[in-house]
């Protein structure tokens, strides 16, 4: 059976297993540093352990691969027959993970 967890960063929550890479929200942190997650659920087989809402002892922990910036989404903004358009672009800051161990 899969081993794996949820956690929650940057007010989402995430299923992960050791050796995932994720794309999560900024975190302020050094590529190459590493960090710990507390978990919410715990998955081990056919054991499952649930939080309330943090588990006592159970930790994810991950690697920082390195920061970057999303691709660039189009915000347009049109009203008919008035002349009114606005264009404007949004790139998501974002900080890459690999589990190393849950």
Same mark, same amino acid.
């Given at each position: 059976?899969?081993?794996?967890?949820?956690?929650?960063?940057?007010?989402?929550?995430?299923?992960?297993?050791?050796?995932?890479?994720?794309?999560?929200?900024?975190?302020?942190?050094?590529? /190459? !540093?590493?960090?710990?997650?507390?978990? =919410?659920?715990?998955?081990? $087989?056919? &054991?499952?352990? +649930?939080?309330?809402? #943090?588990?006592? /002892? !159970?930790?994810?922990?991950?690697?920082? =691969?390195?920061?970057?910036? $999303?691709? &660039?989404?189009? +915000?347009?903004?049109? #009203?008919?027959?008035?002349?009114?358009?606005?264009?404007?672009?949004?790139?998501?800051?974002?900080?890459?993970?690999?589990?190393?161990?849950?």
């Amino acid at each position: 059976m899969s081993k794996f967890a949820i956690i929650e960063t940057g007010g989402k929550q995430y299923r992960v297993s050791a050796g995932d890479k994720l794309k999560v929200e900024k975190l302020k942190t050094e590529d /190459g !540093g590493s960090l710990v997650f507390d978990a =919410l659920l715990k998955v081990d $087989g056919d &054991k499952v352990e +649930i939080g309330t809402p #943090h588990l006592v /002892g !159970g930790k994810v922990e991950a690697k920082v =691969l390195g920061q970057g910036r $999303g691709e &660039k989404k189009i +915000i347009f903004r049109y #009203h008919s027959k008035t002349r009114y358009r606005k264009k404007k672009g949004h790139r998501q800051p974002f900080t890459e993970l690999e589990i190393t161990k849950i």
